[in-house]
């Protein structure tokens, strides 16, 4: 009898883990398309973290239901039920068991902060610098080990202005090579905001007059949107990009159309709300700072 019940527990935890590791799997679905290296990681991570949730989910709510079907007192039985004062196996098994558990989720988002060279606070922040989004980089790079593409990122309110310093380009549209590593040097004047690319998996505050070293790998072309993940005032809604990933090719042959283009300010959606909001007699009842103006580049979308 006892090798039965073993044999049946055994049954039923396979059974819960084929459907956990398949509602794993479904979980790739639920999230952008992957359109950089670390958004493979972070996915496989959250895969990971939904297979055991759906596991564990599975497998307390199946035991309270059987619980409760077939070893619930009688309608009539109001009698007290055994007294045990306690039971050291089940009590070692149910804090190991979590303990272990968790030992494992950290483990595993460790190893992959690592493998996405995910940085400290300190070590990705500069001192800020006399230019206002120059470069700073804390080591030279190596770019004969692997290729980078050096991109500087103002962020203000309410606009994203990114600068190309080998072809001093300047854009209101991010473009960047597949397969070919980025690394932005971020810069906020005012507040605090936040680089986020749902598409890549990769945020970053950007911390007001701090440079800010951030870096990822776009492997798949395509245009994504870039957001600002910070609430930054009024508004930070409109605050948004586009981040187009494309060949080397098509890279090379934007950055030399966007180097024969004369600077010219770029449409700013917030500039133009604040401009309608203050030529509208009854002004709004809320109070804002004046945007920044337009910024001036030379391409804009």
């Keep these: 009898m006892k090798f039965k019940t073993i044999l049946t527990l055994v049954a039923i935890a396979l059974t819960l883990g084929a459907i956990s590791i398949w509602v ?30 759906t596991f564990i989910l599975l497998g307390v709510a199946g035991t309270v239901t059987y619980s409760v079907l077939f070893h619930r007192a009688g309608r009539y039985d109001l009698s ?16 190991a068991i979590p303990f272990l558990l968790v030992l494992w989720i950290a483990v595993y988002s460790y190893q992959t902060y690592i493998e996405m060279s995910i940085r400290g606070p300190m070590e990705m922040a500069h001192m800020p610098m006399a230019s206002s989004i120059a470069p700073a980089l804390a080591e030279p790079i190596d770019e004969s080990v692997q290729p980078m593409t050096n991109i500087e990122v103002e962020a203000k309110q309410w606009a994203w202005v990114f600068r190309y310093p080998e072809k001093n380009i300047t854009s209101t549209e991010l473009h960047l090579p597949v397969d070919r590593r ?14 986020y690319i749902p598409a890549f998996r990769v945020k970053q505050d950007i911390i ?18 870039l957001r600002d993940s910070q609430y930054s005032g009024t508004y930070f809604a409109a605050m948004q990009a586009d981040v187009v990933v494309e060949s080397m090719a098509d890279y090379e042959q934007w950055l030399a159309e966007a180097r024969q283009k004369s600077p010219s300010p770029a449409f700013n959606q917030a500039a133009s709300e604040y401009a309608a909001r203050e030529q509208k007699s009854a002004k709004a009842g809320w109070a804002t700072i004046v945007p920044a103006s337009p910024p001036i580049v030379n391409y804009h979308p």
Excluded: C
Aim: proline share 8%; glycine share 8%; charged share 15%.
């Design 24 to 53: 794993g799997q479904l979980s790739y679905s639920w999230l952008p398309p992957q359109a950089s290296v670390e958004s493979q990681l972070i996915d496989n991570l959250f895969s990971f973290l939904v297979t055991l949730g």
């Design 80 to 95: 007290d039920g055994p007294h045990i004062e306690g039971n050291v196996t089940l009590e070692v098994v149910w804090t």
């Design 182 to 195: 980025a690394h932005l040097v971020m810069r906020s004047p005012d507040v605090i905001h936040g680089f």
């Design 208 to 225: 007001p007059q701090q440079n800010i070293d951030f870096e990822f790998t776009p492997i798949r072309t395509g245009k994504y949107r």
